[in-house]
Structure formats: C-alpha cells, structure tokens
C-alpha cells in the first residue's frame, strides 16, 4: 500500500485543478447539513510490521470496522504467496477478533517480493509481467492465490499489485478475471487497490476497488502532505463511482518527518502528534488543510489530525466516493477512534 507517485506529475495536476477543486469544496461546505456524511463501509489495514499494536488495536476498537485486511502475503521469486515476517504468528488471532468484533477478515496480496530474510524488492513489476503475460502462469497463480486465502480462513482478498506498467493493462485484465473467478467458486471476495496516477485501471470485472489516496509527498519527495482534499477529489476518474459497487477511498493516518540532512522517516498517528506538540512552529495550510510544524533542530513534519481527515472524507464524498479505508492499524490515539465513531454515526446524506 506505501505506493509511490511521480511526484511531477502530480505536483502539476494538484497546481492546475488546486483552484477548481477548493471551489468545489467550498460550495459544498456551505450546503446545510446534519454532520458528515456516514460511509457504507468502514474498513482498515493491520500491518506485519506492527503486529503487536495493530492487534491490539483490534481489540480494542475492532468492532467500529465491517471489515479488516491483513497485511500482507508477499510474493517468492518464483510468484508464489507467502506470508510476510510476522504475519503468519497473527493469522489465528486476528481471525478470532473479527469473529468476537464481527468485523470481515480480509488477506492483502502486494507483489514485494522476498529473495531472503533480509532482501525483499518492494513492489516488483517485473515478476508481476511474468506471471499475467503467460496464460498457463497466469492460471496457476490465480488458483494458487485463490488455495491460500481460501485454506487460512480468510473472506477476501485486497489484490495490490502496484507499478504495473499500463502497456500490461489487457494481461492485467485477464489476470484479475481468472483470479476473480477462482475466488467466487470458493465463495471469496477480491477487491482491487488501485494506486491513485499510475497502474492499470479494472473495468471488466465484477471486483471492487479501493483508490489510493495518499503519498503525493513522502519517501520520494521533499516535504509536503501526505494528500489533501484537493489531491482526493481528483481521485474519481480512478474508479467507476457510478456503479453500484461503491468504490472505497483509501486515507492513511499518519505523516513524515524530513530532517535537515535530508532523510525521511513515517510517522504514525500518535508519533506526529506528540512531536508536533512540543514543536515551536506550528502552522495548518488554508488551502491544504493539513498540519505542519517545524522541529527545534529544523525537522519539517507532515500529520494528520481530526479536521485534515474529515476535510479528506467530504472530498472524497462529493466526487463519489461511498466507502473509507483507514491505512493503517498500530500507532493511533483515541482521538482518531472518537473520530470513526462520530462517522459511523454521521449522516445518510447532506
């Protein structure tokens, strides 16, 4: 899910619609209503990464999603599926939750690839091309994805296979129609994760997607938010908003900090508030609507906070959006909890 855009491209994009869009959502601000609009659905990731925090997480707050995606099985070298370190030891206990906390157990599939315990390439296209061009190759791995899911006990799987060059689209599209089809025989879901520039849009099949909406800055860029309300409400030409399968919008929670020497590390929710608390500059962007604030030694960080989400949701409400996905669990505060809860009881329309 930590896609990352050609900053270019997208800084142009954000500069030319910036204006249109906060248009938009400014005439959509002054529309009386009754509370935010409430999503059709409340979904999250759990991570391997940070299995002991998202899991309790979980247990805490578990009950406030429909449905929750474990993160993630990777791919070999050869294009088989496997648990990611860690994500094998959460199986049984996330699986246990969503039966206590009723919410759906989901399975992500994301095409890093592991050569070794300490040599993974993140986001591998070039094993990607090799398993969808082939049609035998492509058969197997579908069946083989499908078998996984199906024997661990999951309801769905998230396909997020990302960096897949467009010129691959047609493999692409016969790759999720055998996938979709090997999972229905199982009785299983599959959603799409689409990343929110580049990839290879699905639109022959009967899979739901969710989009992507965050990295316009990060690891790849100088400092800048993470997305804003302009960025989502450009996302609706990446997915079919007026089919019935009501396409899910992807928010992440947390930020980055980027210090003077140029490195750059995420930051979970809590992590950003609690350095931003104790940082002598503080500011939010009008246009934005994000948060920043400049450390003592000269660190510039990025979060996220109740107002910059909600500005996110309502951006992503007016272009079409109907579903949210929180990326990610582990790290988070109350604050964000209260938050969800308040849209869960938000309102049907506006």
Same mark, same amino acid.
């Given at each position: 899910m930590n896609g990352e855009t050609p900053l270019r491209r997208v800084v142009v994009i954000y500069r030319v619609l910036g204006l249109l869009a906060v248009l938009l959502l400014s005439a959509a601000s002054c529309v009386p209503k009754q509370g935010v609009a409430r999503p059709f659905e409340l979904d999250a990731w759990a991570v391997y990464y940070d299995a002991d925090r998202g899991l309790a997480e979980l247990r805490e707050h578990g009950a406030l999603f429909d449905r929750v995606s474990? %993160?993630?099985? =990777?791919?070999?070298?050869?294009?088989?599926?496997?648990?990611?370190?860690?994500?094998?030891?959460? !199986?049984?206990? %996330?699986?246990?939750?969503? +039966?206590?906390?009723? %919410?759906?157990?989901?399975?992500?599939?994301?095409? @890093?690839?592991?050569?070794?315990? *300490?040599? #993974?390439v993140a986001k591998d296209s070039a094993v990607i091309r090799g398993l969808i061009v082939d049609p035998v190759r492509r058969s197997a791995h579908a069946r083989d994805l499908a078998a996984r899911v199906s024997g661990d006990g999951f309801h769905g799987l998230h396909l997020d296979y990302e960096r897949v060059p467009e010129s691959y689209t047609r493999h692409y599209h016969d790759f999720v129609r055998d996938l979709s089809e090997e999972l229905q025989q199982r /009785? &299983?879901?599959? =959603?799409?994760?689409?990343?929110?520039?580049? /990839?290879?849009?699905?639109?022959?099949?009967?899979?739901?997607?969710?989009?992507?909406?965050? *990295?316009?800055?990060?690891?790849h860029s100088g400092p800048g938010p993470r997305s804003t309300p302009t960025f989502v409400s450009q996302l609706g030409s990446r997915a079919d908003l007026d089919s *019935?399968?009501?396409?899910?919008?992807? !928010?992440?929670?947390? /930020? %980055?900090?980027?210090?003077?020497?140029?490195?750059?590390?995420?930051?979970?929710?809590? +992590?950003?508030?609690? &350095?931003?608390?104790?940082?002598?500059?503080?500011?939010?962007?009008?246009? @934005?609507?994000?948060?920043?604030?400049?450390?003592?030694?000269?660190?510039?960080? $990025? &979060?996220? *906070?109740?107002?910059?989400?909600?500005?996110?949701?309502?951006?992503? $409400?007016? #272009? /079409?959006?109907?579903?949210l996905a929180i990326w990610r669990l582990g790290g988070n505060d109350s604050t964000l909890f209260d938050m969800i809860r308040e849209l869960r009881q938000g309102s049907d329309s506006r």
């Open positions: 474990l %993160f993630a099985y =990777e791919l070999d070298s050869d294009g088989t599926p496997t648990p990611a370190p860690n994500m094998e030891g959460m !199986i049984v206990p %996330f699986l246990r939750l969503a +039966a206590e906390k009723r %919410f759906e157990p989901w399975v992500t599939v994301v095409n @890093d690839v592991r050569y070794g315990l *300490d040599s #993974v /009785g &299983l879901g599959l =959603e799409l994760v689409i990343e929110p520039v580049n /990839g290879p849009l699905q639109v022959l099949s009967d899979a739901r997607v969710t989009v992507m909406a965050y *990295d316009l800055f990060g690891t *019935d399968s009501a396409a899910a919008v992807a !928010i992440a929670v947390g /930020g %980055f900090a980027w210090d003077p020497d140029g490195d750059v590390r995420p930051l979970d929710w809590s +992590a950003g508030h609690q &350095l931003a608390a104790h940082a002598p500059s503080q500011a939010r962007s009008r246009v @934005d609507q994000v948060p920043n604030a400049r450390l003592g030694d000269g660190t510039e960080i $990025w &979060l996220e *906070d109740v107002e910059s989400l909600v500005s996110k949701w309502e951006a992503a $409400w007016t #272009v /079409g959006f109907r579903r």
